[in-house]
């Protein structure tokens, strides 16, 4: 192959890369097109405490049930994940936090990092709510009754649950990616 064909193949490479990626115009369109990195991270410390919190949940209720996952599929979604991240930082990852002993010391970096990445998601949901569209306010408080009624043993179920959360939530983001349009940031 000659110099050419090599650099025509190479422009061609690029050109097809740079046409096949949206053009993101805004914050909040960049947020959503980055978030797969995200949660890549996310899963990946999940692995990390995913054995601990489900071998210590012996409980059969669902708390992350159909009710949540339709919830997120709907034009009030993102004051859906809005409310069960406040949830999560406020209640769960607190508590797990709290839970951590000399024995599972180990587990902490990783929770701790789950907190950091739903805070800093939280946080970009919120000032990206009109790139969203939100509609309408979420009820959490039958998640909130839900996890209190399980008593000591909620933190293991909400933790152990964790993958389930970060599916809805993908869900709703890639729903939500390749959109071209410049809405105002709220």
């Not at 180990?106 to 009109?130: G, M, N």
Request: charged letters at 25%; proline letters at 3%; hydrophobic letters at 40%.
């Amino acid at each position: 192959m000659n110099t050419i064909s090599v650099l025509l193949l190479l422009f061609l490479s690029v050109l097809d890369k740079v046409c096949s990626t949206p053009m993101c115009n805004n914050q909040c369109c960049r947020f959503v097109e980055r978030f797969p990195g995200r949660l890549r991270r996310l899963r990946e410390d999940y692995v990390q405490i995913r054995d601990f919190y489900e071998a210590n949940d012996d409980l059969d209720t669902a708390l992350l049930d159909q009710t949540i996952e339709d919830s997120f599929k709907t034009p009030f979604a993102c004051h859906a994940m809005n409310s069960v991240l406040d949830f999560y930082l406020g209640t769960v990852l607190p508590a797990a936090i709290a839970g951590v002993s000399d024995d599972t010391k180990e587990l902490k970096p990783y929770v701790e990092s789950i907190q950091i990445i739903f805070d800093e998601l939280k946080r970009d949901v919120t000032k990206c709510k009109k790139y969203f569209a939100c509609q309408k306010q979420f009820d959490v408080l039958k998640l909130n009754a839900t996890y209190n009624q399980l008593e000591n043993k909620g933190v293991y179920k909400a933790m152990g649950e964790l993958d389930v959360l970060f599916n809805y939530i993908e869900s709703y983001l890639a729903s939500k990616r390749h959109r071209n349009d410049d809405p105002v940031l709220s």
